[in-house]
């Protein structure tokens, strides 16, 4: 299912008017990993559905596109503990990417990570991230 033709269809129905459907879709736009579908996902945070919502945060986690991190950031504080486990998840994978890529550059690289230091679980490394999770409860 990594066919990226399939995107803008899959996009489409996001509004549709069956939860099953736009979970489906959410899904399949997680499993493509296409950029061009973040700006979609980000608008399935605020599904009615929590399933939806919740797909969506773990779709834009597959993705780990740091455009996601503001409508992440709110979805911490869903009403829903699935979605705001989910969007926990994709915030640190999306800060992980970007500490890995911090950390290809020699002097940016935490030489001593400690276990209780958010840098060296990379929440530190997507910026703006580290203020969203802070305040979250799960």
Known sequence: IRARSSVAGLVGALADGSDDVRSQAVWAL??????ESVDGLVGALSDSSPEVRSQAAWALGMIRDPRAIQGLSRALKDEDADVRE???WALGVIALGARE???????LANPNP???DPSSVG???AP???QFVKGASF
């Open 30 to 35: 997680g499993m493509i990993r296409s950029v």
């Open 86 to 88: 989910q969007a926990a």
């Open 101 to 107: 890529e911090e950390a290809s550059e020699p002097e």
């Open 114 to 116: 400690q276990p209780n």
């Open 123 to 125: 929440i530190e490394g």
């Open 128 to 130: 703006g991230a580290s």
